[in-house]
C-alpha cells in the first residue's frame, strides 16, 4: 500500500464522514504559495484556496509572522469574559476596512456559518419579526440556522426554517423569464418577487450572496443588488450581505458589493479573513448585534492568534494592493479560458469577476443542457493532470485560486483545465474511478 493510500485508510477509519466532501483521492502534507504537495512529493496547482479560505496562498511570511508572535505569550484564548488589544484592535480595524454609516458593532467567530447564524437570530430579536429571506441555491453556513436557510442544503434533504422564504436569483446563462431581454425581465421578476414578500411586513432579514458561489457560480446582472437595496430600504428590512467566500479582494474589489455600488447594513465575513485559521466577522448596526449579553457565545471567539492573523490579512489586502492583483488575474485567466471555449463543445458559459470564475460545462451548445457527470470527471482528470478545483451546482467548475497567482500559474492552470475537460469529454475517466467521490 502506497503512502497516499495508507493516509487515505486511516481517514477512512478514523474521521467521520459527516464532515466529508471530497471530489478526488487527495492526500496533502504541505504547501507553499499557490502550489499544494502531496504525500510522497507531486506537486498540485491550487486553484481552490481551500474553498476561498487560503486566498493569500500557503504559508505566506506577514501570516506567519503574525501567527508567532501572537502565539508567544498569548492573553489567554478568546474575548468572551476579557479584552485583549488584538481582539479589539480586530474589531476597530474592520468596522474601518468596511463601508458603512452609523453606530456599529463587530462580532467575531470561527467560521462564516456562526457569523451569518448570529446575523440571522440577532435581526429577529431585534426587530421581533421572525421571517427570513435568502435565495434558492443559495448557501450561508452548514449548522443551525444558517444551514436551514441555505437552499443548496434544502434540496439535499435539510429541513428548513419554518419562517424562510427562498427567492430566486436572477442567472443571466439560464434567465427565468421571457421577453425581448430575457436577462433583464428576470433581475425585474426577481426583485417583483421580493418585493411582493418584503411588503408583507414581517420579514426580519434578507441576506444575499454578491456572487452564488455553492450554487454554480452565478454572478447576477448588474444593477441586482443595487435593486435589491432600494427593494428592502423601501420596506425597512435589514439587508445583509454574505462576503464569506468571495469578499476580501477576490473579485477584483475589496468587497464583492462594491460590485454594485450598494452598502448593505451588514456584512459578514469568514475564510479568507483568517487566512485558514478559524475566524469570521459580522458588521452590523448596534441596535442590531450589541445584545442581549451572552445571546452567542463561543468560549475561543476573538482569539489572540486568530484575531492576529485577521488584522494582518485587512493589512496585506491593503499594503500588496491584492483586490487590484486579483482583477488583473482574472481578466488573463477568463481570457485564456474564453479562448479554450471557442473550440470545445462542452463548455457552455465562462463567467465571473477576479478570480471568482465559473466554468459551466454541457452536453452542447445547442441545448446548454447541464452536465453534472462531465463535472465530476472533469475535476477528477484536473488532479491526475496536477491541480486541485472543485465543481459547484452540479456541473460548474470554481475556480478561486488564491489570490497571488502568478501570470506564468495562470496560464499552467488554464493549459491543465483544456487538456482536462477534452480528456474527461473523451471518455478518459471511467465512471468506476469516480464513484466513490461523491461531491456536491
Known amino acids: 500500500m502506497s503512502a497516499i493510500d495508507d493516509l487515505l485508510e486511516r481517514d477512512r477509519n478514523a474521521v467521520a464522514g459527516i464532515e466529508k466532501l471530497r471530489f478526488f483521492p487527495i492526500a496533502l502534507e504541505s504547501g507553499k504559495g499557490c502550489w499544494l504537495t502531496e504525500v510522497g512529493g507531486r506537486k498540485l496547482l491550487d486553484l481552490s484556496a481551500t474553498w476561498t479560505a487560503c486566498g493569500l496562498g500557503h504559508g505566506h511570511p506577514k501570516i506567519i509572522e503574525a501567527m508567532t508572535r501572537a502565539a508567544q505569550t498569548p492573553p489567554g484564548a478568546g474575548g468572551l469574559s476579557a479584552v485583549h488589544p488584538d481582539s479589539v484592535g480586530f474589531a476597530e480595524e474592520l468596522l474601518d476596512f468596511t463601508p458603512g454609516t452609523g453606530d456599529r458593532r463587530v462580532y467575531f467567530g470561527h467560521a462564516g456559518t456562526d457569523a451569518n447564524d448570529v446575523v440571522f437570530r440577532a435581526a429577529r430579536m431585534a426587530t421581533g419579526k421572525k421571517r427570513i429571506v435568502t435565495f434558492k441555491l443559495g448557501y450561508h453556513g452548514g449548522l443551525g440556522v444558517s444551514m436551514r436557510v441555505s437552499g443548496v442544503h434544502i434540496d439535499?434533504?435539510?429541513?428548513?426554517?419554518?419562517?424562510?422564504?427562498?427567492?430566486?436569483?436572477p442567472n443571466p446563462f439560464r434567465p427565468h423569464a421571457d421577453g425581448p431581454d430575457p436577462?433583464?425581465?428576470?433581475?425585474?421578476?426577481?426583485?417583483?418577487?421580493?418585493?411582493?414578500?418584503?411588503?408583507?411586513?414581517?420579514?426580519?432579514?434578507?441576506?444575499?450572496?454578491?456572487?452564488?458561489?455553492?450554487?454554480?457560480?452565478?454572478?447576477?446582472?448588474?444593477?441586482?443588488?443595487?435593486?435589491?437595496?432600494?427593494?428592502?430600504?423601501?420596506?425597512?428590512?435589514l439587508l445583509a450581505i454574505d462576503e464569506v467566500k468571495m469578499g476580501l479582494g477576490r473579485p477584483g474589489v475589496r468587497h464583492a458589493f462594491q460590485l454594485d455600488g450598494i452598502v448593505p447594513d451588514i456584512v459578514t465575513f469568514g475564510k479568507l479573513i483568517g487566512s485558514g485559521l478559524p475566524l469570521s466577522a459580522a458588521v452590523a448596526p448596534a441596535w442590531v448585534i450589541d445584545g442581549p449579553p451572552a445571546a452567542a457565545l463561543l468560549t475561543t471567539a476573538g482569539n489572540?492568534?486568530?484575531?492576529?492573523?485577521?488584522?494582518?490579512?485587512?493589512?496585506?489586502?491593503?499594503?500588496?494592493?491584492?483586490?487590484?492583483?486579483?482583477?488583473?488575474?482574472?481578466?488573463?485567466?477568463?481570457?485564456?479560458?474564453?479562448?479554450?471555449?471557442?473550440?470545445?463543445?462542452?463548455?457552455g458559459d465562462i463567467r465571473g469577476a477576479g478570480l471568482a470564475i465559473g466554468l459551466e460545462l454541457v452536453t452542447d451548445k445547442e441545448t446548454n443542457a447541464p452536465d453534472a457527470a462531465l463535472a465530476t470527471k472533469v475535476v477528477y482528470r484536473a488532479f491526475e493532470l496536477g491541480a486541485v478545483v472543485h465543481y459547484v451546482g452540479g456541473n460548474t467548475l470554481e475556480i478561486t485560486p488564491p489570490l497571488i497567482i502568478s501570470d506564468e500559474e495562470v496560464d499552467i492552470a488554464v493549459d491543465i483545465l483544456s487538456r482536462a475537460i477534452a480528456d474527461a469529454a473523451a471518455g478518459m475517466v471511467s465512471d468506476e474511478a469516480v464513484a466513490p467521490f461523491a461531491g456536491w
Open 156 to 169: 439535499g434533504g435539510t429541513e428548513p426554517d419554518p419562517d424562510l422564504y427562498l427567492a430566486t436569483y
Open 183 to 237: 436577462v433583464a425581465a428576470s433581475l425585474e421578476a426577481s426583485i417583483a418577487e421580493i418585493d411582493a414578500e418584503l411588503a408583507k411586513g414581517d420579514v426580519a432579514i434578507l441576506m444575499a450572496e454578491p456572487i452564488l458561489s455553492d450554487g454554480g457560480m452565478i454572478v447576477p446582472p448588474k444593477g441586482f443588488l443595487t435593486a435589491l437595496s432600494e427593494t428592502c430600504r423601501k420596506h425597512d428590512v
Open 304 to 347: 489572540p492568534i486568530c484575531t492576529a492573523v485577521g488584522r494582518q490579512v485587512m493589512r496585506t489586502l491593503v499594503e500588496e494592493d491584492i483586490p487590484a492583483r486579483a482583477g488583473r488575474a482574472g481578466t488573463r485567466f477568463m481570457a485564456g479560458l474564453r479562448e479554450v471555449m471557442e473550440t470545445s463543445p462542452v463548455i
